[in-house]
Structure formats: C-alpha cells, structure tokens
Nanobody, 124 residues
Framework: QVQLVESGGESVQAGGSLRLSCAASGYTYRTVCMGWFRQAPGKEREGIALIDHAGNTRYADSVKGRFTISEDNAKNTLYLQMINLKPGDTAMYYC??????????????????RGKGTLVTISS
C-alpha cells in the first residue's frame, strides 16, 4: 500500500503562485504513475496533472501552461507548481498514485491510492 499526504495549500490572491507537495510512503517503488486532481465546492472531481515512471506528463486543458507536475524520487515526493492562479482554481487538491498502467490517465481520481487533500483558495 501507499500512503499520501498533501501540503502547501493556502489562500493567495489571483495571479499568485503556490507549490503543493505530496509525501508518499509505503510500497512506493511499485507505483507506475502519480497525479493530482481537484474538487471545487459543488463541482465534480477534475483530474489535472499526471506523471508516469518515465517522467512523461499530461495536463488538463484548464491548467496547461500554468501548472507543472514533478517528482523527487529520492524524497518520495510529488509536486504541483502552480502559477498565474485564478479564482476558478479554488478547490481541494488531492494527489493519487497507482500500481497499474491502466490507471495512468487524466482520470487521476480513479487511482487506488489517494491522499486527504489540501485546500487552495484564490481570491480576486
């Protein structure tokens, strides 16, 4: 199993930047991909970024060019660098991981391991 703990969420003004972190522990060596998804109040979950074991990345159109996913394997930590934040980015942000390549798509919320989330609030 894999345990995931997100951090870094806070309240910032529009146009600002944040970096979210996701610390992974457990049998992390078996993961083939990890990602981030978010859920805003009253809205459906949205997969926003994915990275696989080869370092390939994918992004949702809503964040492409503004968000960057990366990982530090030595620290077992996944990151999401966010710039030019907008009020519409306000949401709970979650990281997720999977042992299965079939799960390595932008439906990140479908991965079998998910953290409890960190709240990002963007004010205008």
């Amino acid at each position: 199993q894999v345990q995931l703990v997100e951090s870094g969420g806070e309240s910032v003004q529009a146009g600002g930047s944040l970096r979210l972190s996701c610390a992974a522990s457990g049998y992390t060596y078996r993961t083939v991909c990890m990602g981030w998804f978010r859920q805003a109040p009253g809205k459906e979950r949205e997969g926003i970024a994915l990275i696989d074991h080869a370092g390939n990345t994918r992004y949702a159109d809503s964040v492409k060019g503004r968000f960057t996913i990366s990982e530090d394997n030595a620290k077992n930590t996944l990151y999401l660098q966010m710039i030019n934040l907008k009020p519409g980015d306000t949401a709970m942000y979650y990281c997720a991981a999977s042992y299965y390549s079939s799960a390595c798509g932008l439906r990140v919320y479908g991965m079998e391991y998910r953290g409890k989330g960190t709240l990002v609030t963007i004010s205008s």
